[in-house]
């Protein structure tokens, strides 16, 4: 009997160690771990930004007011037809309409894109993917700048999405 239990007891710290040097069982990743993935698949811009007031683009034969080519909207003064505009590292696709998809309780890009463009008569949103992947999205009321404009808060935001009449975006980085 004593044989026994010690072949079962060893072969239970066998599997153990199998198990802990898999992989399986073993710490967690760390949030640091995962700010850095996320680092890696976030929105990159180049730092340059600007306040628009008149570049017009026409997108699957909607004309409206949009950011310069290669940039997204971070900010909007809607009553004054003001974006504010960073201009992003690089793109991953052509510019598109959307009319209608909804996100966060508002109108919004689909996921994985960002907001380069609207026209809030018709509530249409011209959207682009960026050149790096959107690994998340949160939902501001409160953020301005010094302009004053409500602005996707620090840290690399652009907007995805809209809801004028409650004054809501979703950034998205």
């Known amino acids: 009997m004593k044989r026994a239990i010690e072949a079962v007891s060893s072969a239970v710290l066998v599997l153990a160690a199998v198990t802990i040097l898999g992989g399986c069982g073993g710490p967690p990743e760390t949030v640091e ?30 004309t409206m007011h949009c950011c310069p080519t290669g940039y997204a909207m971070i900010g909007a003064h809607v009553a004054n037809n003001v ?26 890009c689909p ?3 960002v907001m380069v463009g609207m026209n809030a008569s018709k509530n249409y949103l011209a959207c682009q993917a960026p050149g790096t992947a959107v690994v998340l999205e949160y939902v501001d009321g409160t953020t301005t700048d010094s302009y004053p404009m409500h602005v ?20 998205a980085r």
């Open 33 to 62: 771990e995962l700010d850095v993935e996320q680092s890696k698949s976030s929105l990159l811009f180049t730092g340059a930004t600007l306040y628009d007031s008149g570049t017009q683009c026409t997108v699957n034969g909607s």
């Open 83 to 108: 974006f504010k505009c960073a201009q992003l590292s690089s793109t991953g696709g052509v510019r598109f309409l959307d009319t209608g998809l909804t996100r966060n309780n508002m109108h919004a």
């Open 111 to 113: 996921q994985g894109t």
């Open 152 to 171: 996707c808060g620090a840290g690399g935001y652009a907007m995805s999405g809209i809801h004028l009449g409650n004054n809501q975006y979703t950034c």
